[in-house]
């Protein structure tokens, strides 16, 4: 028998069994005749250590109150031999139980900004609760955890992790294989792999399968269902509807490193300190950085940003948006757009970054922000051409670099316009990559318009937007370097 069955039937015995695990423990005992025999032998062991105690305490009392009576005294005698039998054996017990509940599942190898755990902290059978940050964790099997906040989970065993809010990803070893994560709305079952599960705070959890194979058993449904590599799933209701993979809404083992060098190099507090600068620029247009706590117009979800406990704008679903209305007539000859983002790769053809909700021939200069197909960043503006000379391919200026990652990790994006000098430039990561020339360059226009989705056309974005600035002057080369090295989250 494996340690998990083990634990199945030492948890009967003691009565800590919650309800799916007495189930499993049915099914168990339904089908293993082995877990059968251990069963039946662990409760005579606890029989027979109950009947040992009831004389030992017997013996105790003769012992504390002896018999006066002659008579009486050889009783004592006969006595002995069992009470020393009885206190060695409860000793035993007492040792194996102890030792039982203090075996540790998992062990803390790096925490961001997480309060109420530590590294090096041991994990056994209590409930955790994470208000912010990220915790590493390893499993005494060789898995690597990570959960980001905010999370409620507890181990269960070493194969076992019970993740009732919040996310998680896993990378499991050959060793590890079979590590099982338990949600309110079904299980994930690895086969030697590396997973997300996410498990918001209403709605469906959700399996995303990054590389191998992983089992989903939702719950009430007596079929599970193989995902690989790609695959993703909602578990509701029974049953599992297919999602498209979001790699980015998980933080990656690798990722945990540099967060938190970042944090402890004190990354946090300089962001904090460009953002006052930006503030109080005479140009600032708008600057959305999703700290006030007030409610923003739209259809999205709210999770952490960059930093521990910060709060960003997330988008899942094709409509997902934040409104924005800056602006109204306004026009700028200048303009810098700019965000850290944290982008899915997907299918559709767009991504919307910024988009006006207009585009009309008679409004020239609406501002339209993307990612394209081919996974670049675009600016166009309407009514705007390129000069003869450009290299672009298509009708509007695109950076020359792909702005997604292999895996999800927050990155920089900016684009400086300028009507003037009939310029568009574009930087990742505070590198500059590449500048476009326009033959008809109308000053920008913004007015209402949507981070997210464009509702005229599906331009739906995947991922979470944080720290938008909308900028009604040219920032330099050297003010966009500044500007990532200062918000930046990793080390």
Known sequence: MNQEQLDLLHGYLNGSLNEPDFARLQSLLQENADARRTLRSLSTVEVKLSQLALLHSEAVRVWVDPPRERGLSTRWHSWWPLTAS????????????????????????????????????????????????????????????????????????????????????????????????????????????????DVPANGAAEIHVFQGEVIAKASGNASNQSLRGGDAVAMNGGGSTARELRSSAFIQPDEMHGLSAGLAAGQRARSEAALTDMRNDPALIALLDFESGEAQPGVFYTVQGRWPGSRAPEFVHVGDHLKLDVGGESEWPQITLAAWVRLDRLGAPYQSLLHTDGWNDDRPGQLHWMVTRHTTMRLALRGNTLAPDSEEKEMYPDSRTSVLPEQGRWMHLATVYDAGAKTVRFYLNGRFDKETRQSIAHPAKLGTAQIGNWDRQDRKLSGRVDELLLLGRAMSDEEIVALFEAGNPYR
């Open 86 to 197: 009885a206190v060695c054996l409860g000793l035993m017990m007492s040792a194996w139980w102890w030792q039982a509940s203090q075996r540790v599942f998992a062990t803390v190898v790096n925490e961001v900004g997480v309060e109420e755990l530590t590294n090096g902290s041991s994990l056994r059978g209590e409930t955790q609760w994470l208000k912010g940050g990220s915790v590493e964790l390893v499993s005494a099997r060789g898995a690597r955890i990570v959960i980001e906040a905010p999370a409620e989970f507890r181990f269960e065993s070493a194969q076992r992790l019970w993740l009732m809010k919040g996310r998680l990803s896993a990378e499991v070893p050959p060793a590890a294989k079979g590590f099982t994560v338990v949600t309110p709305s079904g299980d994930a079952v690895d086969l030697g792999t590396r997973f997300g599960v």
